[in-house]
């Protein structure tokens, strides 16, 4: 890396931009190979603005699909942030301080993802400012979407700020100023929670839905997302060890790890507790289950999703448990993917849809997304590795530099 | 009761004035912009004038207010610049009322299960009236063909196309039920949807973001969502419109039965229970005790659909 | 370590208050059924002036309902060779003009099994232009709900309150309703089994 003597804002700017940029053949393949993917959903997208979502695969039964999916399995794995915050902050970790602003910067990117998938999900996104406080009207506090809307936007200005702040004195060579941003860490860890049990709650509020309605679906939604957003974050470190100079304790791994294990044993075990409820004594209400698990009036469309789903949980779960390699990278990836795979179908998937099945007035129907809905959601997930790689890669060369002038 | 209602009312004028100034000032400004845009379209010589006439209605209809904020005067503003663009963009002569509830009037619905025959006149009837969309076959009301023995229409068949009534077969009608306590309105993000004063929960088309929460919330199915452009044949459109009624919708906004807001307001009944030929639908207003849904309220035993979830319909279900 | 626990009790309670009472402030109308309870004056519903001016013709009903007088939809006009004793008379009849007088089309499928109704069971017997009640009373065409309440007791007192049969076009304005006979055929007063006007989706894309 080379340092640029000259400071300020617009070195710090051009610094950043230049360091985001550079890299080997490789690194510019993987750039276009998004961007491509991108373009893609990009071109789907104009055609879904063009026609409507009839394009999709939704209908006035199913009327939420793989964006809104999407976005709340996202939401979580924003908020999985905080599982490298608190250690860091407030147990005074120093192996996993190391690591927070790599965690905030997939927060950051996740954040992206989710306010995208919504704007991907509404049917007249041009009327967005219909809701903005001001000149629309915020149905705050009686519409759970507007706190929402609230504590996303918050978060997201957080998770940017904090870091960009540390990132910021490291830069000019400083120690940032406790004062001056730990309160916000530590604002950080309570609206973590609260982003994902807004967006629980946002489901979990419908008495209309009994799938939802469900107490245990906002500890269910965080004991999840802090077995998924830490595998998230696992995958990516393996990609900063693999690729970077920079260093990554082993240490590292074996705490993700721990914090993996226990939030994914509690996870399957409120599963474990919700499958109880629902067939222990089959009600009315337990039809939504039924057709999750093993199919209603011949629908069975989600049957081997929802078990390939928790055959990886048990199977993630397991592997991390049980780490005979002791910390090997290869090991462990293979871990955070299979545990990231099922905690995302069973999200996604698996929590939206059946809602919708059967409807109100009990009519089973379908849902399967089309081409146009998975290239654009391709599009976006793409958005969101791009943002992830754009903000780590300077992160990291302010970071080596600042502890090269350290000693 | 009544005095409580009252100045709840007038605090929500109050509160609605504030909001208005502010408003109005950004509408203004940006309806300067918008003609300075045309204006320069116009002289830019490559755009018909028609056409540019339209390009300024969109965009003036782009930054109109939501229509509980409007003052009676942008009210007619707004309805004249959509009767103009329908006639610009689908020659088509439409009248748009927009007129207010009048007082104490509170519409209810009953509906007699042992009446109903199936013949789905309603349905039709429904579709003609407000323009619902052919091309999706979009339909407020669904029945259900019901097995004897229960009473619960989401154990009905709502697909049936035989000849009807079928023996020892009875028929149980959904739509809208307007709740007193609508999930869908605590709902929506946007106050696109709200309960009138006559008890019609209604959509602000234009103000409706599409994210499709009500649509979640609704435990009865109300509502429907336009995935695509709605398509009516122009010769079968009914031109006798309301703002929050029957006018044409577009693509991506919510739209559900509004007890035929165009057709009430006048006097008139509902499509669906003026097609009726076998006399199931009874409505009428909820607070005139000699009038018929007080009489059935009062003599028959009802009930309503869901009631456990506290949404407070209006809309009953009783048997001869 | 202490103190963030706290921190975040309080703040999820202040959350929680907040939510709570604008929950309640919003939830202060009061339901349906208190509010039909507290209605008890009646609506002035001739206000409505759009709700006037059927197109059809009207008698007043000879009884009241809860609101007073209504009217019924005439009878008369619709029935094609009214009035009966234009023919119904002494006159003799040309047997060539038989098919012609002796309502021949009119089946009867009225009463249960095989008590079928007689004609002269609700036609007078004497006077063609008018029906007749059990007790030999003669009832006009228009008002052909004395008539039929006679059996059907029950329907006659629901039709008068509101809960069977319908009103004409109007929920406002002067009280119209159908005559029994409007929806009914007095002769097969079931209805007819027949295809339904439309159907709906199966909703499978």
Redesign the interface.
């Known amino acids: 890396m080379i340092t640029n003597p000259k400071k300020g804002i617009s070195a710090f700017i051009s610094d950043c931009v230049r360091w985001s940029l550079s890299g080997g053949r490789g690194y510019k393949i993987y750039l276009l190979a998004l961007l491509a993917v991108m373009g893609a959903g990009l071109v789907s997208y104009v055609k879904q603005f063009q026609?409507?979502?009839?394009i999709?695969?939704?209908?006035?039964?199913v009327?939420?699909g793989l964006y809104i999916s999407n976005f709340t399995f996202f939401v979580g794995v924003a908020a999985a942030a905080v599982m490298l915050i608190v250690p860091a902050y407030?147990l005074k970790d120093k192996d996993l301080h190391e690591v927070v602003i790599i965690g905030e910067c997939v927060a950051v990117g996740a954040l992206i993802m989710c306010l995208m998938f919504?704007t991907m999900?509404?049917?007249?996104?041009?009327?967005?400012w219909?809701?903005m406080p001001?000149?629309?009207?915020?149905?705050w506090?009686?519409?759970?979407?507007?706190w929402d809307?609230l504590v996303l936007n918050g978060y997201l200005a957080l998770n940017s700020l904090v870091p960009l702040y540390i990132l910021y004195c490291n830069y000019h060579d400083r120690e940032p100023v406790g004062w001056k941003y730990k309160p916000f860490v530590?604002l950080s860890?309570?609206w973590a929670?609260?982003i994902h049990m807004t967006t629980a709650f946002?489901?979990q509020g419908?008495?209309?839905?009994p799938f939802w309605n469900n107490p245990l679906l906002g500890p269910r939604f965080l004991a999840s997302a802090f077995a998924a957003g830490p595998a998230v974050i696992m995958m990516v470190l393996i990609a900063i060890k693999q690729w970077s100079k920079y260093p990554v304790d082993i240490q590292i791994f074996f705490k993700i790890k721990r914090i993996i294990v226990v939030s994914a044993v509690i996870n399957l075990l409120m599963l474990f507790s919700e499958i109880f409820k629902e067939f222990y004594t089959f009600t009315h209400h337990s039809l939504s289950a039924q057709y999750l698990f093993f199919g209603l009036d011949g629908h069975t469309s989600l049957v081997p999703w929802i078990w390939t789903a928790i055959g990886l949980n048990i199977l993630g779960t397991l592997l991390f448990a049980f780490d005979p390699t002791k910390g090997n990278p290869r090991y462990l990836m293979v871990a955070a993917i299979s545990l990231f795979t099922g905690i995302w179908i069973e999200k996604g998937f698996g929590l939206i849809i059946p809602?919708?099945i059967?409807?109100?007035?009990?009519?089973v129907?379908?849902y399967t997304p089309t081409a146009n809905e998975i290239i654009i959601t391709l599009g976006v997930l793409a958005t969101g590795v791009l943002v992830v790689t754009l903000l780590i890669k300077p992160a990291l060369a302010i970071l080596i530099k600042f502890k090269e002038a350290k000693t | 009761m009544n005095s409580s209602g009252k100045k709840e009312d007038e605090m929500k004028v109050t509160d609605i004035l504030e909001k208005k100034s502010?408003?109005r000032s950004?509408v203004k400004n940006l309806s300067i912009a918008a003609a300075a845009g045309s204006a320069g379209l116009v002289t830019g010589g490559c755009v018909s004038l028609g056409k540019s006439e339209e390009m300024g209605l969109k965009w003036e209809e782009?930054f109109k207010s939501?229509y509980r904020?409007m003052t009676q005067e942008e009210k007619d503003e707004t309805v004249a610049r959509l009767v103009r663009l329908a006639k610009i963009q689908n020659d088509a002569d439409i009248q748009i009322s927009n007129q207010e509830p009048r007082e104490n009037v509170l519409y209810g619905y009953a509906f007699n299960i042992s009446r109903c025959k199936g013949y789905m006149d309603c349905v039709e009837a429904c579709v003609k009236e407000n323009n619902l969309d052919r091309k999706?076959k979009t339909q407020y009301i669904?029945l259900?063909e019901m097995d004897s023995g229960q009473l619960?229409?989401?154990?009905?068949d709502?697909k049936y196309f035989h000849e009807v009534p079928v023996e020892g077969k009875f028929y149980m009608g959904?739509q809208c039920f307007h709740c007193e306590n609508a999930?869908c309105i605590?709902?929506?993000?946007?106050?696109?949807t709200w309960r009138e004063p006559d008890g019609i929960v209604v959509v602000d088309y234009?103000?409706?973001?599409?994210?499709?929460?009500c649509?979640?919330?609704?435990?009865?199915?109300g509502r429907?969502?336009?995935?695509?452009?709605p398509e009516v044949p122009k010769e079968e459109m009914n031109t006798k419109q309301h703002y929050l009624g029957n006018r044409m919708r577009m693509?991506?906004?919510?739209e559900k039965c509004t007890f035929c807001v165009q057709r009430t307001r006048q006097g008139k009944l509902p499509a669906c229970a003026e097609a009726c030929p076998t006399g199931s639908r009874v409505f009428g207003n909820l607070l005139d005790p000699n009038s018929e849904i007080r009489y059935v309220l009062k003599n028959k035993k009802v009930f309503r659909f869901k009631e456990e979830?506290?949404t407070d319909p209006k809309f009953w279900y009783f048997i001869d | 370590?202490k103190k963030?626990f706290l921190?975040?009790g309080l703040?999820f309670l202040m959350?929680g208050t907040?939510?709570l009472s604008?929950?309640t402030v919003?939830a202060s109308g009061g339901s349906v059924i208190d509010r039909i309870h507290a209605a008890d004056k009646p609506f002035d519903s001739m206000g409505i002036e759009s709700a006037h001016h059927l197109p059809v013709k009207t008698v007043l009903a000879q009884e009241s309902y809860q609101g007073g007088t209504f009217k019924v939809l005439a009878r008369k006009d619709s029935i094609t060779r009214f009035r009966c004793s234009v023919c119904h008379t002494d006159k003799k009849v040309l047997v060539s003009d038989g098919a012609l007088f002796t309502h021949g089309d009119i089946v009867i499928n009225h009463g249960r099994g095989n008590d079928r109704l007689a004609c002269i069971e609700c036609h007078d017997e004497k006077n063609r232009d008018f029906l007749s009640d059990a007790e030999g009373k003669q009832i006009d065409f228009d008002h052909s709900y004395q008539l039929c309440g006679q059996c059907h007791f029950r329907q006659k007192r629901d039709w008068l309150g509101g809960a069977h049969g319908k009103r004409e076009a109007y929920w406002a304005g002067e009280r119209v309703v159908r005559n029994c006979t409007s929806c009914h055929s007095p002769h097969s007063p079931a209805f007819e089994t027949k295809m339904p006007a439309t159907y709906s989706l199966p909703?499978?894309?």
């Not at chain 1, 026609?51 to 009839?54: A, P, Q, W």
């Not at chain 1, 999900?121 to 967005?128: I, N, S, T, Y």
């Not at chain 2, 649509?215 to 199915?221: N, R, S």
């Not at chain 2, 693509?251 to 919510?254: E, P, T």
């Open positions: 026609e409507g979502l009839i999709t695969g939704m209908s006035d039964i009327s939420w407030i919504i999900d509404m049917g007249g996104p041009l009327k967005v219909h809701m001001g000149i629309g009207l915020f149905n506090p009686s519409s759970i979407l507007t809307v530590f860890i309570l929670v609260s946002l489901y419908l008495p209309a839905r809602g919708f059967p409807s109100p007035m009990g009519e129907v379908d | 502010t408003r950004f782009y939501n904020l999706a669904r259900f619960d229409p989401t154990s009905g709502g959904v999930p605590k709902a929506c993000p946007t106050k696109a234009d103000w409706c973001i599409g994210c499709r929460y649509l979640a919330a609704c435990p009865y199915w429907r969502f336009n995935w695509g452009e693509k991506g906004v919510m979830l506290g | 370590m963030i921190s975040s703040l959350l907040v939510f604008a929950q919003m909703l499978d894309k």
